[in-house]
């Protein structure tokens, strides 16, 4: 609060009362950057206040546990780090399929502390990264927009950046994500681009892309920065806006960040090699032959060099544009991968990638969702839009470029509304800034009136003579101080409605650690549920150290970071064949699944029920992109229609189908189940009582289950266990009798004890 | 002797050939039959008789896969042209496909030539797929389920190799009128800069940019991107009037888009008139000499605007997201 309305007040006066007072106005900036960053900081605290200072979420914890690797073992090691516990029995070379940036953030920043002899784990350093660079961030920001507008839509943006929730949403305390830190480095990049754009100095162009560098290795979004780039420059191309300043920032850019890129264990060869990069190489060619072109132009301004100009740039700009695709044709270069080319097509992932469309960040955005984060800033923006592009020049062609290819994809996707947000606050940010600059500066200035008398002389020429009524117009040009002030207190309310929104939105939405929960009872009192770690933490208390646990991949990082045990997947989704395997297991019956176990190695299976406490995001309800998953891999075995009901309905009561019944999945979340309210039994979260009740395992045996049903843990039985507490003891004697005499049996009964176990285990392996 | 036994065994090869020949006679015959039909056609249309023949009568070792439809105009049946074009890709696929066998055949009963075919099997509605298998009757899964899986080629493809484990890459002639439709529209737009080569200020009119890309961003942020990839209702008819407003905060309805749109477009529009009246940005816009009056009015209508309209988007807003404690002017 304080600090939103600092700025409208400082940047105001800064323009008006203190204008030759360079100092003061320094001062003001950075005391409202400062203080921005503190209410930035401050507001992304609500999870460590509520629960603990603790990592939040999936990622994150792959993110914590490769940084304590990191930290315990060195650089290098963390870069040859092959992690055998990881998709078993594959593996997974870290080091060579991460985005190393954050991990290097933070262990410079733990590596610096003990330097100084501040002794801080690894963890904190984990968990208010985020916070301190959005900080960071909203300095950026301010940079950014003061090169496109003025410094004060800079302090207008930065304090919008700092608290605005489509920000926060990423960077809480303990969500320990990329990009937490890759916005920062989005905006840094943009700015120091806009710089070197605007000096066409060497310097900054090399800055330029060592920021790059840095946001190639924090994060995959790189790719948004380097074909924004290239677009801007050959929208400029297109504008007629070529010059020595752009030839000079984009070709020094372009070069040095592709090579720096490519150092990047995980990028590799791809700048070269795929689609997604080609704009930056295509424009690149083009604008080597429009700067050739232009110099030939130079040697002989006179004659029909135009005309050349104009047909030689379309020309190279076909070859260009034919030559990438020759190359793409005969697979020199890779096509647009599938994240990618669902974001043009906007069905493509839908009917091919079950395993992209099926997580929800991933779905198209509602118009209450972009209200949800952004607030009074999405019916703002576009006022700062007009005017950008009624106040062309070469850097708002950028703004304007990554406005509105942000907008589009942050419709097409959820996640992306992270890279709308930043340039939503700087369009913001100069739409209040213009407004409030003109309403405040006529409140100082005594001479108003005379700067539009200088401006129309000629109209004005004849009232100049009257000397008498000029107190009367003088009156009468102005605003006048009512309206004046009553437009300012309204925007202080719509302000200070922002902020409140963005402290309700961060508290409320986005401040769940998600590995804990709460629930509140009637009179307001807090329960604290944390059966996630109470299961990890058993985990990693009573299995062997080898043990392989399978569970769907949406917990794979959080079972290696706090359970430090095997996984079969895990949220790094990059063999999909292995999580439908996986799939296909928790969606057939048990001796089918068993079969897939047994081949799989698994020791233990953990499921997340959320029946007993009304938890809607269980494996059940997960449960249909499983079978969709698996289908898409084995469509001879799983059929997504046999988990309806008749008429198409996911239920899991007494109507469900024959094959929901007697799933894997099903059994393991029902199993033994007596909890959940008055029938006992009763499914909370599907408001149902289940269908098959009172079944018995075969092949698995319950081993742990949390305190309120949350996550249940069962181990695999070896070939040898599942059928002897099925035989009673006087069938075994009648089989073995068959073979032999009683009386033969009586005498070697101790010998033969053990034999039909034996049999019967090599038996039921052959299965 | 060794002759002996090879006469035999000819003899024995003749009479069983024969005796084959005799059973199979009928089976071969259809089958030639239905591939010389699918030669010329590859979906075979069906009449009752050619119905009863291949698809009902016995000796068949072959699936028969058979849309019913209605495809007259005069039964107002939209769906069934999607349906149908979206089969005839599938049996195309199938008819030039390497794996192209006489083990599947494609039909087609339009409703209006085998009413008593509609009657036979019970079918009240169109269209409708079904899968007759080589050996048995149809089962319940044997009729395509649209609903569930949508009419695409591709899940009919999917649903094709579920029932007949025939599996048939989709081959879709590539859609030009994409293609034409871009280049026909890249010719106007050329042709026409071309005729206004001598005028071409218009491209220089930062107006027209600005209320475009001011367009573009309304359409977006008012969530168009999500009507068209799922495709709600215009708005939703109850009992008690219609509702305009999807009372989740996941959904929401082409009309509120366009309501939604038209309130964050209010908004821009006050604040723009505001900046306006109170001088514009210096450089683009002279201070005009406004009456001061004239100023002041603008202002507060902006102002009115801004207000009013936001207040609405909040309560909207509120209305859709439970226990969302803020609003402003109006609950």
Same mark, same amino acid.
Request: net charge positive; hydrophobic share 45%.
């Given at each position: 609060?304080?600090t939103?309305a600092e700025?409208? #007040?400082g940047?105001?006066?800064?323009?008006?009362?203190?204008?030759?007072m360079t100092?003061?106005?320094t001062l003001i900036t950075?005391t409202v950057?400062?203080?921005?960053?503190?209410?930035?900081?401050?507001?992304r605290?609500?999870?460590?206040i509520r629960?603990?200072s603790?990592?939040?979420?999936?990622d994150p914890w792959f993110?914590?546990?490769?940084?304590?690797?990191?930290?315990q073992?060195?650089?290098?090691?963390?870069?040859?780090?092959f992690d055998?516990r990881?998709?078993?029995p594959?593996g997974?070379?870290?080091?060579?399929t991460?985005?190393?940036?954050?991990?290097?953030t933070?262990g410079?920043i733990?590596?610096?502390?003990h330097?100084?002899?501040?002794?801080?784990?690894?963890r904190d350093?984990?968990?208010f990264l985020?916070?301190?660079?959005?900080?960071l961030?909203a300095?950026?920001?301010?940079?950014l927009?003061?090169?496109?507008w003025?410094?004060?839509?800079?302090?207008?943006?930065a304090?919008?950046?700092?608290?605005?929730?489509?920000y926060? +949403?990423?960077?809480?305390a303990?969500?320990?994500d990329?990009?937490?830190?890759?916005i920062?480095?989005? %905006?840094f990049?943009y700015f120091?681009?806009?710089?070197?754009?605007?000096t066409g100095?060497?310097?900054?162009?090399?800055c330029t892309?060592?920021?790059y560098?840095y946001?190639?290795?924090?994060w995959?979004?790189y790719?948004?920065?380097?074909?924004l780039?290239p677009?801007?420059?050959?929208?400029?191309?297109?504008?007629g806006?070529?010059s020595q300043?752009?030839?000079v +920032?984009?070709?020094v850019?372009?070069i040095?960040?592709?090579?720096l890129?490519m150092?990047?264990p995980f990028v590799g060869f791809?700048?070269i090699?795929?689609s997604?990069?080609?704009?930056a190489?295509?424009?690149f060619?083009?604008?080597m032959a429009?700067?050739?072109?232009?110099?030939?132009?130079s040697?002989?301004?006179?004659g029909?060099?135009?005309?050349?100009?104009?047909v030689?740039?379309?020309?190279?700009a076909? #070859?260009?544009?034919?030559?990438?695709?020759?190359?793409t044709?005969?697979?020199v270069?890779a096509?647009?991968?599938?994240?990618?080319y669902?974001?043009?097509?906007?069905a493509?992932?839908?009917?091919?990638i079950?395993i992209?469309?099926s997580v929800s960040?991933h %779905?198209?955005?509602?118009?209450?969702?972009?209200?949800?984060?952004?607030?009074?800033l999405v019916?703002?923006?576009?006022?700062?839009?007009?005017?950008?592009v009624?106040?062309?020049?070469? *850097?708002?062609?950028?703004?304007t470029l990554?406005?509105l290819s942000?907008?589009?994809?942050?419709g097409?996707?959820v996640?992306l509304?992270l890279t709308?947000t930043?340039?939503?606050?700087?369009?913001?940010?100069?739409?209040?800034?213009?407004?409030l600059d003109?309403l #405040?500066?006529e409140d100082e200035l005594p001479?108003?009136?005379v700067?539009p008398?200088?401006?129309?002389?000629?109209?004005?020429?004849g009232k100049v003579?009257k000397r008498?009524?000029e107190p009367t117009t003088q009156?009468d040009?102005?605003?006048g101080t009512?309206v004046r002030?009553?437009?300012l207190i309204?925007?202080?309310?719509?302000?200070m409605l922002?902020s409140?929104?963005?402290?309700?939105?961060?508290?409320?939405a986005y401040?769940?650690p998600s590995?804990v929960? !709460?629930?509140y009872g009637n009179?307001g009192?807090?329960?604290?549920?944390?059966?996630?770690?109470?299961a990890?933490g058993?985990?990693?208390q009573?299995t062997a150290?080898?043990?392989?646990?399978?569970?769907?991949w949406d917990?794979?990082y959080q079972?290696a970071?706090m359970?430090?045990r095997?996984?079969?997947?895990d949220n790094n989704?990059?063999?999909?064949?292995?999580i439908?395997l996986?799939g296909k297991a928790?969606a057939?019956n048990?001796t089918? !699944?068993y079969d897939?176990?047994?081949m799989l190695?698994v020791?233990?299976?953990l499921v997340?029920f959320?029946?007993a406490i009304g938890y809607s995001?269980?494996?059940?309800?997960?449960?249909i992109?499983?079978v969709?998953?698996?289908?898409?891999e084995?469509?001879?075995?799983?059929? *997504?229609?046999?988990?309806f009901?008749?008429?198409?309905?996911y239920r899991?009561d007494s109507?469900?189908?024959?094959?929901?019944?007697?799933?894997?999945m099903?059994?393991?979340s029902?199993?033994?189940?007596?909890?959940?309210?008055?029938?006992?039994?009763?499914d909370?979260?599907r408001g !149902?009582l289940?269908g098959?009740?009172?079944?018995k395992l075969?092949?698995?045996?319950?081993?742990y289950?949390?305190?309120?049903?949350l996550?249940?843990?069962?181990?695999?039985k070896?070939?040898?266990e599942f059928?002897?507490?099925?035989?009673?003891?006087a069938?075994r004697t009648?089989?073995?009798?068959?073979?032999m005499s009683?009386?033969?049996s009586?005498?070697?009964?101790?010998v033969?004890?053990?034999?039909?176990?034996?049999v019967k285990?090599k038996?039921?392996?052959?299965? | 002797?060794k002759?002996k036994?090879? $006469?035999?065994?000819?003899?024995?090869?003749?009479?069983?050939?024969s005796?084959?020949?005799t059973?199979a006679?009928?089976?071969?015959?259809?089958?030639q039959?239905?591939?010389d039909?699918?030669?010329?056609?590859s979906?075979?249309?069906?009449?009752l008789?050619?119905?009863?023949?291949?698809?009902?009568s016995?000796?068949?070792d072959?699936?028969?896969v058979?849309m019913?439809?209605?495809?007259a105009?005069a039964?107002r049946?939209?769906?069934c042209?999607?349906v149908?074009d979206?089969?005839l890709?599938v049996?195309?696929s199938f008819r030039y496909?390497p794996?192209?066998s006489n083990?599947?055949?494609?039909?087609?009963?339009d409703?209006?030539e085998?009413?008593?075919i509609f009657q036979? $099997?019970?079918?009240?509605?169109?269209p409708v797929i079904m899968?007759f298998p080589?050996k048995?009757?149809?089962?319940?899964?044997?009729?395509m389920d649209?609903?569930?899986?949508?009419?695409?080629a591709e899940a009919?493809?999917?649903?094709?190799?579920d029932?007949t484990?025939?599996q048939i890459?989709?081959?879709?002639?590539p859609n030009?009128?994409?293609a034409?439709?871009f280049s026909?529209l890249f010719?106007?737009v050329?042709?026409f800069?071309?005729?206004?080569?001598?005028?071409?200020?218009? $491209?220089?009119?930062?107006q027209?940019?600005?209320?475009?890309?001011?367009?573009?961003?309304?359409?977006?942020?008012?969530?168009?991107?999500?009507?068209?990839i799922?495709g709600?209702?215009?708005?939703?008819?109850?009992?008690?009037g219609?509702?305009y407003?999807n009372?989740?905060?996941h959904?929401?309805?082409v009309?509120?888009s366009?309501?939604?749109a038209?309130l964050n477009?209010?908004?821009?529009?006050g604040m723009?008139m505001m900046?306006?009246?109170a001088?514009g940005?210096?450089?683009?816009?002279?201070?005009r000499?406004?009456e001061?009056?004239?100023?002041?009015?603008?202002?507060v209508f902006?102002?009115v605007?801004?207000?009013?309209?936001?207040? $609405?988007?909040?309560?909207?807003?509120?209305a859709k997201?439970?226990?969302?404690?803020?609003?402003?002017l109006f609950?």
């Amino acid at each position: 609060m304080t600090t939103l309305a600092e700025p409208n #007040l400082g940047n105001g006066r800064n323009k008006g009362l203190f204008n030759n007072m360079t100092g003061f106005s320094t001062l003001i900036t950075v005391t409202v950057l400062l203080l921005a960053w503190l209410a930035g900081f401050a507001s992304r605290l609500f999870a460590v206040i509520r629960f603990e200072s603790i990592i939040h979420e999936f990622d994150p914890w792959f993110n914590y546990r490769s940084t304590a690797y990191m930290v315990q073992h060195g650089f290098y090691n963390f870069l040859n780090w092959f992690d055998e516990r990881a998709w078993y029995p594959l593996g997974r070379i870290v080091g060579g399929t991460v985005y190393p940036g954050l991990m290097i953030t933070s262990g410079s920043i733990h590596w610096l502390l003990h330097a100084l002899n501040i002794p801080i784990h690894i963890r904190d350093i984990c968990v208010f990264l985020a916070p301190v660079f959005s900080g960071l961030t909203a300095i950026a920001t301010y940079l950014l927009t003061a090169e496109l507008w003025s410094r004060g839509a800079g302090l207008f943006a930065a304090c919008f950046i700092a608290i605005v929730p489509g920000y926060s +949403s990423r960077s809480v305390a303990g969500s320990y994500d990329n990009e937490g830190i890759a916005i920062f480095a989005l %905006q840094f990049t943009y700015f120091l681009w806009l710089k070197s754009l605007k000096t066409g100095s060497v310097f900054w162009s090399i800055c330029t892309a060592l920021s790059y560098f840095y946001m190639v290795s924090a994060w995959g979004g790189y790719v948004f920065i380097i074909n924004l780039i290239p677009l801007h420059v050959f929208a400029l191309l297109i504008m007629g806006r070529f010059s020595q300043r752009l030839f000079v +920032s984009y070709s020094v850019f372009y070069i040095v960040g592709l090579l720096l890129s490519m150092q990047i264990p995980f990028v590799g060869f791809q700048p070269i090699r795929t689609s997604e990069h080609m704009a930056a190489s295509g424009v690149f060619a083009l604008l080597m032959a429009v700067g050739a072109l232009k110099y030939l132009h130079s040697l002989n301004p006179k004659g029909q060099w135009k005309q050349l100009l104009i047909v030689g740039g379309l020309v190279s700009a076909a #070859l260009v544009f034919l030559m990438v695709v020759f190359l793409t044709y005969m697979g020199v270069i890779a096509p647009w991968s599938g994240r990618f080319y669902s974001l043009w097509d906007t069905a493509y992932a839908k009917i091919h990638i079950p395993i992209i469309a099926s997580v929800s960040e991933h %779905q198209p955005t509602t118009w209450s969702s972009f209200f949800f984060d952004l607030h009074v800033l999405v019916c703002t923006f576009p006022v700062g839009l007009w005017y950008c592009v009624k106040n062309i020049n070469d *850097e708002r062609v950028f703004v304007t470029l990554y406005a509105l290819s942000a907008v589009y994809f942050a419709g097409v996707m959820v996640r992306l509304m992270l890279t709308l947000t930043p340039v939503v606050c700087v369009l913001s940010g100069i739409a209040f800034s213009i407004l409030l600059d003109l309403l #405040l500066r006529e409140d100082e200035l005594p001479a108003a009136p005379v700067e539009p008398n200088d401006k129309n002389l000629y109209d004005k020429a004849g009232k100049v003579k009257k000397r008498a009524p000029e107190p009367t117009t003088q009156a009468d040009f102005g605003l006048g101080t009512n309206v004046r002030s009553g437009v300012l207190i309204a925007f202080m309310i719509l302000l200070m409605l922002f902020s409140v929104h963005c402290t309700w939105a961060t508290s409320n939405a986005y401040s769940s650690p998600s590995i804990v929960l !709460a629930s509140y009872g009637n009179d307001g009192s807090r329960k604290i549920l944390d059966d996630f770690r109470e299961a990890y933490g058993w985990l990693s208390q009573n299995t062997a150290d080898d043990a392989r646990i399978m569970s769907w991949w949406d917990y794979g990082y959080q079972i290696a970071g706090m359970g430090n045990r095997t996984t079969l997947v895990d949220n790094n989704t990059w063999n999909n064949s292995h999580i439908a395997l996986v799939g296909k297991a928790m969606a057939s019956n048990e001796t089918a !699944a068993y079969d897939i176990m047994t081949m799989l190695d698994v020791d233990y299976v953990l499921v997340i029920f959320g029946g007993a406490i009304g938890y809607s995001g269980d494996d059940i309800n997960k449960f249909i992109w499983m079978v969709r998953i698996a289908e898409g891999e084995h469509p001879k075995d799983i059929h *997504e229609a046999d988990y309806f009901t008749e008429k198409g309905e996911y239920r899991v009561d007494s109507e469900a189908s024959k094959t929901m019944l007697n799933c894997l999945m099903y059994k393991l979340s029902y199993y033994r189940y007596d909890s959940g309210g008055s029938p006992p039994g009763y499914d909370r979260t599907r408001g !149902a009582l289940p269908g098959n009740r009172g079944f018995k395992l075969t092949f698995l045996e319950e081993a742990y289950t949390t305190e309120h049903w949350l996550v249940r843990i069962y181990r695999v039985k070896k070939p040898y266990e599942f059928n002897r507490p099925r035989l009673p003891l006087a069938k075994r004697t009648i089989q073995t009798s068959l073979t032999m005499s009683k009386k033969t049996s009586k005498r070697r009964k101790g010998v033969l004890k053990n034999k039909p176990t034996l049999v019967k285990g090599k038996k039921l392996s052959k299965l | 002797m060794k002759y002996k036994s090879l $006469l035999i065994f000819s003899i024995v090869l003749i009479c069983y050939n024969s005796d084959a020949q005799t059973r199979a006679k009928g089976l071969e015959e259809k089958v030639q039959q239905l591939t010389d039909m699918t030669a010329k056609q590859s979906i075979i249309p069906l009449n009752l008789n050619k119905f009863k023949e291949f698809v009902r009568s016995p000796p068949r070792d072959y699936s028969f896969v058979v849309m019913f439809t209605a495809m007259a105009p005069a039964r107002r049946c939209a769906i069934c042209q999607h349906v149908y074009d979206e089969y005839l890709i599938v049996a195309n696929s199938f008819r030039y496909s390497p794996s192209y066998s006489n083990k599947m055949f494609f039909g087609i009963v339009d409703f209006d030539e085998g009413s008593d075919i509609f009657q036979m $099997l019970r079918l009240t509605t169109a269209p409708v797929i079904m899968h007759f298998p080589a050996k048995g009757k149809p089962k319940p899964a044997d009729s395509m389920d649209f609903e569930r899986a949508g009419i695409h080629a591709e899940a009919i493809i999917k649903w094709i190799q579920d029932r007949t484990d025939i599996q048939i890459r989709v081959f879709r002639p590539p859609n030009y009128s994409g293609a034409v439709a871009f280049s026909m529209l890249f010719i106007l737009v050329a042709g026409f800069l071309y005729l206004r080569r001598n005028n071409l200020e218009f $491209l220089y009119n930062k107006q027209m940019w600005a209320v475009a890309a001011l367009f573009f961003c309304f359409a977006m942020v008012s969530g168009q991107m999500w009507n068209q990839i799922r495709g709600p209702p215009f708005f939703h008819r109850t009992k008690n009037g219609p509702v305009y407003i999807n009372g989740g905060s996941h959904g929401q309805f082409v009309l509120e888009s366009y309501i939604v749109a038209i309130l964050n477009g209010a908004v821009v529009v006050g604040m723009i008139m505001m900046i306006e009246a109170a001088g514009g940005v210096s450089g683009t816009d002279a201070q005009r000499a406004q009456e001061g009056k004239r100023r002041r009015f603008q202002t507060v209508f902006g102002l009115v605007l801004v207000c009013v309209f936001f207040s $609405l988007l909040l309560s909207v807003f509120r209305a859709k997201t439970q226990g969302y404690p803020y609003s402003f002017l109006f609950k």
